[in-house]
């Protein structure tokens, strides 16, 4: 029996006892894994490797597989075995994460790969400095497009208070723009970062800010400019989180009867006041 059947059981068992852990040992071997979709994306090792390194390595390769089937669960992995063996193949070299890149992966690995008479040549993009973004692209219309999503997380209590709150934020791109163009992106002086100081008055303070390996992480140090090389298409530019009160404009009650169970969406508009 290889090391990876010994895993699926293990896992059932310490569900059933309530002892689960994102890390699962059986002797000296280690099995750090991530469930998605009733899938288990699982890691083997048997050194003290970089816990946080595997992670990572682990949830890029779930990116990668969504860009690549959109839907990633069993019957999409069993209809893309193929492609499945060649990310594998191009992602990791002898235990080593390679290339993660989705846009520079795309480029000699498609869907379509059987129909190709000769395989194509890794692009030259995999060992430049700018990994992330081909040479020679080309568009009749350059255009970029940027869109702000944030997301508000509330906990309630079942007197109506909020007991915690919070924006999860991100900033997503479209770029399709000729060359190796640099993009440069303001911050008012109304937006503070983690740690860079007394908070001012009305500033909004992002924490747990997370930016694409494109963005030039020294300018952003000294100027607070995000100075970048887009990749090409759809790519997300930053992450960020918000630690803030949110006055919620719905609100959702749940009433138990004895016989059923009643869900009610109340809209309130809550009318804020601003002192200057």
Sequence with gaps: ???????????MEREEEGQMAPVVQLGEVHFVYVKYNYLYIVVITRKNANIALLFTFIYKLIAIFVEYFKDLEEESIRDNFVITYELLDEVMD?????????????EYITQESHKLEIAPRPPMAVTNAVSWRSENIKYRKNEVF???????????SSTGNVLRSEIVGSIKMRVYLSGM???????NDKVRFENTGKAKARSVELEDVK?????????????????FIPPDGEFELMSYRLNTHVSPTLCGLCIIPTNNVL?????????????F
């Design 1 to 11: 029996m290889g090391l990876i059947e010994k895993f699926l059981p293990i896992v």
């Design 94 to 106: 002898f235990g080593y994460p390679q290339t993660t890149d989705t846009k520079i992966l795309q």
């Design 146 to 156: 940027l869109d702000v999503i944030e997301c508000v997380n509330l906990l309630v």
């Design 181 to 187: 163009p640099e993009l440069r992106l303001g911050v």
């Design 211 to 227: 930016f694409h390996q494109c963005v030039r992480l020294s300018r952003f140090e000294n100027d607070r400019t995000i100075s």
């Design 263 to 275: 869900y009610k969406v109340l809209t309130l508009h809550i009318a804020s006041v601003i002192l």
